[in-house]
Structure formats: C-alpha cells, structure tokens
C-alpha cells in the first residue's frame, strides 16, 4: 500500500506505544550489558542495539501468538525473521540519514504538541505529568533526549516517505486497457473429436512397443516412497450382524420418532392478523367486492408475504381457525379467524397429504441405526482392552487372534486408492509412522478404531513394466488415437475455412456465446479459451491436449461492455495501481537511499543480541 502523509502526531504516538510496550515487556528495559552500543551505522546514523533486541523480540512473539506455540530462536533465523529486521532498521536509518541531508524536520513546538498529546504521560487530572513522563521514559530503557530525538527523526522520515510517495497516478489509460481486457468475450462454434470418430480404431500395443515406449519415457512412470504397513481394524459395520436388537427395543425407538413416522396431514398457509374485528371484516370485504388481493392487504400493512408467512402446520397448531382452513382449497383466503394474535386472514397456499409409515415399515431402518449406535459402542468398549493389549507388549498378529479385528497389510503411498486409506484419521497416522512408533489402538471417524505397524520404507523408484502395464497401455492407445484425430482433423480444416460448415462434414458441433478468458468449457483441452482469444473472427484452429481433438471456429469478438460494473471495476484497477505504483517508487528510493548511506554491520554486535534469545 502505498505510503501517504500523515498526522505526526497520530504516527508519534503509535511510535511511543511500541517502544514502551517492547521496553516494558522485558526485552530492552535494561541496556544489553558490556561496551556494544550499536549494531552499526547507515550514513552518520547508529542502529540502536536494543532497538534491534526489542523488534526482533516483538516478531517472534507476534507469529508466537498466531501459532499458539513458542519459536525458538533456531527456527526464527531459518524464517529470515532477524534478516527482516536488520533490513527494516538499515532501510529507516538511511532514510534518517537522507532527511539530515536535506535539512527536513519539525519544529520544537510541533514536538513539544506531539508529546502533551500522548496520554501515556498524562496524570490522574488528564494533563500532562512530567513525572510520569520521565518514569515512563526511564522504565523503557530511554532518556528524555533519546526519545525526542527519535519521535522527531520518526517525523521527518514520514515527511519524506509522504513526499516521495504522494500524488503518483498511474494513467488511466493502462486501466481502461486492462478492463477492457478482462471484459472481452467470443462467440465461437467447436466440435470435438472422440475415438467414436474414427473409421477403425487403433491398434492395442504390442509387450515389446509397451516395453520400448517404457524406457524412452521412464520418468513418467514412477512409483513413489511406499511404506509396508500391517495394520488391525475393528469397524461397527464388522459387528452390526452379531448384534441383536430385541422388539421391544425397535418399538421404542419407533414410538421415540413418532413425529417423523406418523405426520398428519398439513396446510401451507399465510397469515395477516387484524388489531380488530371491525378491520378485519373490512379486508375480507376488499377482497370479494373490490377485487383486493391478498398481496396487496399485506403490502397496506407495511409488510412482505415474509412476514405473513407460517410454513406448514397442523390442525392443532391452527386453533379455532383449524376446522375452516383445512375446509379449504388452494389458493383460498380464509376468515376472518379468531388468532392469539386477533382476527386474521389465512390464504391457503398448499396441502401437505398425511404420511403414516407403520412399524413394519420402519422395521428394518431402526433395526440398522440401532445396530450400528450398538455396534459403535461395542466398539469403543473394547478399545481400552485392545490398548491395554498392545501396551503389554503384544503384536497386531497376536490381537486380532485374540480379538474381532482383522489383519491387513498396506504399500501406502500420498494418494493410495485402498479402502483403508480413504479414511483421513489412517491416512494421517500412515504419514507419521516411522519405524520406532509402537502400534496404539486409535479412533475412526465413523466409530472404528485401528493400530498400526510400519514394517518397511520402500523409497522411490522406477516403475517396473508389470506396474506400469495398465498405465502403458491406456497411455500409449490414448497417444495413438490422439494422432489418429488430429491427422482427420487435420484433413477437413481445410474445407472449415473455405466456408464448409460442421454438419456438412457430418461433424456434431456445439456454439458458444459471450464466453470470456475464464470460461471453462468442459472435456476441452486447458488451453483452449486461451487460443480462442488469440484467434482472429472467421479463423478455424486446431487444438489439442489432454488427449483431446478440437476443431474450433472463431465467429466473433466482443468488446467489453461499457457499463456501471466496468467503471466500477477500472476506478478500483485505478486505486490498486496507484497505491502499487507509489509502494514500488518508494521501495526504489528507500533501496537507492540504502545503497547511497553504505551501511556498515557489526556482526558481533548482532550476535551479542542473538545469545540472549532461547
């Protein structure tokens, strides 16, 4: 974002409230000890050797807050964090530098203002406290003259950045050129060619072309680091059929869902209550004599049918004005009824029929989800003895002879299709395994549980040619017929572009309208729209990829629309590039700025910081 002129006496005392927090946070509040005052120079300016401590500090404990976890100093330098901020401290001491040069700086009444404004140096009458301004000062490491000398360097380097920064406009024209862009759109005719397309199909590869085509492209085909996993799994579907669920138990559950088993017929309707008889009578009048509609009552009201709306209800929901509504048809509007809300109007807007699902029926769906809640819980019951088990030294062999888990094994690898590994809790736990896990019973998501053994690492490799076979096979027919209809395309472009049309060549054609450069056309190769917009109107092209063979004809370009939604979106284009082009000119100066005040770095001085972070 770009950098803008601001209030001095705002950005002061951001500037205050950081170096107090930082100094009475810990780090800084006392000077790092021995003869080192400085990390360096920058021009005729020093880098402060606990300002460093105290910014370094400040990263670290920031990503420590956003990651709830501590960062040891080893892992911030591997981040670059004490890179970033040497470079920030260097990049704002030359611009110090620069401002010195040119003579820019504020007066001692604007800093005199700054200071009185900051509440952090105000007493308990809300005025300033010289007092307290010195213990503030003095607690964060800092004497009054250090302070002010960095609050008015701090000013003049905004000065500065607000100077070279400001008043930088990208042309509108490049803008307008981008929109433009973006908002262009095709018409266009394609037809897609298929193996279905072809006179004969080709021919299957042969072992020796398989084997041939496997060494010329033998990086394709690559099998990745697979670890042999034996593993015990225990799932309430394995038990649901040696669970036994008694009648009474399926009656209960069927008396326990009667609302969604036994629905009694219902009515969608809409109410609009009345505060009075008296007004009510005259609505209902409007609506036989003066031809009113029920929408139009509702919007007298202030309201939307929205608001009138009740779902649907039953007889007993309804009251005293149950037996007239469900007298009436579709589309009636009933009443006045007498409402807790007063007398009302009802329009009737659909019947719901009654839905009685018998016990027979529902039988064998309670009889499944009572298994499976059964099955579950088994499950979960034996898991603690499972664990116990294998905490006592016995093997996955050893349990599942013991137990109701079964034994498999497992070459997995990031993206096994196995059954096993569709579950993410294994495929989380097969990731982690090494060698010196002990198998431990842990949970599914569906209510299983499983342990796990890592018995080798087998790393990547070359695929053999009885791995690769199906692979080989569907590439290389794929590649063949690739050529075959590429080679038949190829043959009709040239009647395409005399003018011939689709049907003429028995070709099924599909016609696009306003697509633009985003548009997905589905089972076309990636780069198909791509193409489009770089052909001319009338142009037939040729396009291929992902085993596909697409004859495309470009029937006309469409310039983007100019209207709110583009002038919208070129003023925002506009405010993004300016800010970005006042970012870069401001990045160029800093950088230029540096490279002119020859930064000079005491690197003992730097890890005299570093040996003081855990």
């Known amino acids: 974002m770009a950098v803008r002129t601001k209030n001095l006496s705002k950005t002061a005392v951001w500037v205050l409230m950081a170096m107090l927090i930082l100094g009475l946070g810990g780090f800084g509040a006392t000077n790092l000890s021995g003869t080192l005052r400085t990390l360096g120079t920058v021009g005729d300016k020093h880098i402060d050797i606990d300002q460093y401590a105290n910014q370094l500090s400040q990263e670290i404990r920031a990503i420590e807050a956003q990651t709830g976890q501590q960062l040891p100093f080893a ?47 105000r007493g308990v009458d809300g005025k300033f406290n010289r007092e307290g301004y010195r213990m503030a000062l003095e607690s964060s490491g800092l004497t009054e003259s250090e302070f ?8 003049s380097r905004t000065l500065l950045q607000g100077a070279i920064a400001s008043g930088v406009v990208m042309p509108d024209t490049y803008a307008k050129t981008l929109v433009d862009y973006i ?155 007498p409402t807790s809300l007063g007398p009302a109007l009802f329009r009737i807007n659909g019947i719901l029929p009654e839905h009685i699902t018998t016990f027979e029926q529902a039988e064998p769906e309670l009889r499944a989800t009572l298994a499976a ?34 034994l498999g094994t497992i070459d997995w690898f990031e993206g096994s299709q196995e059954q096993i590994a569709g579950y993410t809790e294994f495929r989380d736990a097969a990731k982690a395994l090494t060698q010196d896990d002990y198998p431990e019973i842990e949970q599914l998501s569906d209510g299983g549980i499983f342990a796990m053994r890592l018995d080798k690492v087998t790393p990547a490799r070359d695929a053999t040619f009885d791995e690769a076979r199906d692979d080989l096979a569907a590439d290389m027919i794929a590649a063949r017929t690739e050529a075959a209809l590429t080679a038949k395309a190829e043959a009709v472009l040239p009647q395409l572009k005399d003018g011939t049309g689709f049907a ?44 596909m063979v697409v004859i495309v004809r470009l029937d006309k370009i469409l310039p983007a629309a ?43 001085a730097v890890q005299a910081v570093h040996v003081n972070f855990p």
């Open 75 to 121: 892992q911030a330098q591997a981040m670059g964090l004490d890179k970033a901020v040497l470079q920030r401290l260097v990049s704002q001491r030359a611009l110090d530098s620069e401002t010195d040069k040119l003579g820019l700086s504020i007066g001692d009444a604007a800093l005199r203002d700054q200071i009185l404004e900051i509440r952090a140096f």
């Open 148 to 155: 002010e000398t960095r609050l008015r360097e701090e000013a």
């Open 183 to 337: 908002g262009e759109a095709r018409n266009f005719t394609y037809a897609r060619l298929g193996a279905d397309d072809l006179d004969t199909p080709v021919a299957e590869p042969t072992e020796d072309e398989m084997r041939a085509y496997l060494t010329e492209h033998q990086a394709d085909y690559q099998r990745p680091e697979t670890k042999t996993i034996t593993y015990a799994l225990l799932t309430p579907d394995m038990l649901i059929d040696s669970v036994d669920v008694d009648e009474a138990d399926l009656k209960a559950a069927y008396d326990a869902r009667a609302d969604e088993y036994q629905q009694p017929e219902r009515r969608l309707v809409e109410r609009l209550p009345f505060l009075d008889q008296e007004a009510a009578d005259r609505a209902a009048a409007a609506l036989e004599m003066q031809g009113t509609t029920f929408e139009q009552l509702v919007q007298d009201r202030g309201l939307e049918l929205a608001d009138v709306d009740m779902g649907d209800v039953g007889l007993a929901d309804l009251g005293a004005a149950g037996d007239p509504i469900f007298a009436g048809a579709v589309g009636d509007v009933v009443g006045p009824l």
């Open 373 to 406: 809640d059964r099955a579950r819980r088994q499950v979960d019951a034996q898991s603690r003895d499972y664990d116990d088990l294998l905490a006592g030294g016995a093997t996955l062999e050893e349990l599942t002879k013991e137990s109701d888990m079964t």
């Open 504 to 547: 003429d060549l028995g070709l099924d054609s599909i016609e696009e309208t306003d697509q633009n450069r985003n548009a997905f056309i589905q089972d076309t190769p990636r780069s198909m729209m791509a193409q489009v917009f770089e052909m001319n109107a009338g142009d037939v092209n040729l396009i291929t990829g992902q085993g």
């Open 562 to 604: 100019d209207n709110a939604e583009a002038t919208a979106l070129q003023a925002q284009l506009v405010e993004q590039l300016n800010q970005s082009l006042s970012q870069d000119i401001l990045d160029i100066y800093t950088a230029d700025t540096t490279l002119r005040a020859r930064p000079q770095i005491d690197q003992r």
